[in-house]
C-alpha cells in the first residue's frame, strides 16, 4: 500500500475557518439571509456558480479560476451546513465516506490490484462499483439524477446500458442508426403529424448523443463548442451590416447568407 502525501497543514485550517464561518453566518448572531437558505433554495445558486465556473475553464480565464471555484465551493459547504442543522446528513461523516469509498476503489493505488493503463483502472472501478451495489435491487438507470441536463442524462443512460453489454459493436452500426431515424423523421413531417415528428426528433437526437458517446466526445461540449461558433459568425454578420448603414432585420436572407459563408471562411484561415 503507498503512503499517502501528506499536504500541508494550511489547506486543514482554511478549510476548518470556512466551516466555522458557514456555521456561524447560519447561527444566532448570524446572516437573516443564510438563515433562510434551505436545501431547494440552495439548488440555484449551486447551479449558477457552477455554470460560472465551468465557463472559467472552458475560457482558459486562469484569473477567475480561483475565484469562481471558491464561490462554488462555499455554496456546497452552505448545503453541507443546512443538511446538517437540519439532520440530513452530517458533514464528518459525508466526507469519511467518500474517503473511503476512493481508497476502496483505488486497490491499484492503496491495494494489491496491478491496473495501470487507463482502461484498466475504469473496468476495474466499475467492477467494483457493481459489486457495491449487487445488493440493490434498483434499476441501473435509477442512479442517474433526472435533474441532468437532456444530453448529459441521455449520454449516462447509454453509458450505463453499454456497461453491461448493450452497446453497439462499432460506431457505423449508430450512424446506420441516425440514417434511419431520419428518414423516419422526414416521413413524420410529410405526414403534419406533430406527435410522431417530436418522438422521432427525440430519437435522433438520442441516437446522435450515443454516436458521440461510442467515439468519446462529450456531447455538452461539442454542442456548446457549436453554438459559440455560431454566436461568433453571427456577431461578424451584424458587424458587417452594421458598417454597411443595415441591421440584420434589414438585410435579405441571401445578403446575410453571404456574409455567413465569408464568417465560415475566416474562421478556417484562422486555424
Known amino acids: 500500500m503507498n503512503d499517502r502525501p501528506k499536504k500541508p497543514k494550511s489547506i486543514a485550517l482554511a478549510f476548518d475557518a470556512l466551516v466555522e464561518l458557514v456555521f456561524h453566518l447560519r447561527g444566532e448572531n448570524g446572516c437573516p439571509w443564510d438563515k433562510k ?49 437540519g439532520g440530513v ?9 467518500i474517503e473511503a469509498k476512493m481508497i476502496r476503489r483505488h486497490p491499484h493505488v492503496f ?33 442517474i439524477p433526472q435533474s441532468y441536463s437532456a444530453l448529459k442524462r441521455a449520454h449516462h443512460v447509454q453509458k450505463k446500458a453499454a456497461e453491461v453489454g448493450f452497446d453497439w459493436p462499432d460506431a457505423r452500426g449508430i450512424l446506420e442508426k441516425i440514417k434511419e431515424e431520419i428518414c423516419e423523421l422526414q416521413k413524420a413531417l410529410e405526414k403534419r403529424n406533430e ?18 458517446r461510442f467515439i468519446g466526445q462529450d456531447s455538452e461540449a461539442v454542442l456548446s463548442a457549436t453554438i459559440d461558433k455560431f454566436i461568433e459568425r453571427f456577431k461578424y454578420v451584424e458587424k458587417e451590416l452594421e458598417q454597411a448603414g443595415k441591421s440584420a432585420a434589414e438585410a435579405s436572407l441571401q445578403e446575410m447568407d453571404e456574409l455567413w459563408e465569408k464568417a465560415k471562411k475566416r474562421n478556417r484561415s484562422e486555424k
Do not use: H, P
Not at 37 to 61: H, P
Not at 111 to 136: C, L, Y
Not at 195 to 212: H, I, K, P, R
Open 195 to 212: 406527435a410522431e415528428t417530436s418522438e422521432e426528433l427525440g430519437d435522433l437526437l438520442f441516437s446522435c448523443v450515443n454516436l458521440a
Open 89 to 97: 446528513f452530517e458533514i464528518e461523516k459525508a466526507l469519511r465516506s
Open 37 to 85: 437558505q434551505t436545501l431547494r433554495s440552495m439548488i440555484q445558486y449551486i447551479q449558477e456558480e457552477l455554470a460560472e465556473l465551468i465557463e472559467a475553464v472552458e475560457k482558459d480565464d486562469l484569473g477567475n479560476m480561483a475565484e469562481e471555484w471558491g464561490d462554488t465551493f462555499f455554496n456546497f459547504l452552505m448545503f453541507a451546513a443546512i443538511a446538517e442543522d
Open 111 to 143: 491495494g494489491d490490484s496491478n491496473a495501470s493503463a487507463v482502461e484498466e483502472v475504469m473496468a476495474q472501478w466499475n467492477s467494483i462499483k457493481a459489486e457495491e451495489k449487487k445488493n440493490n435491487s434498483a434499476s441501473l438507470m435509477d442512479s
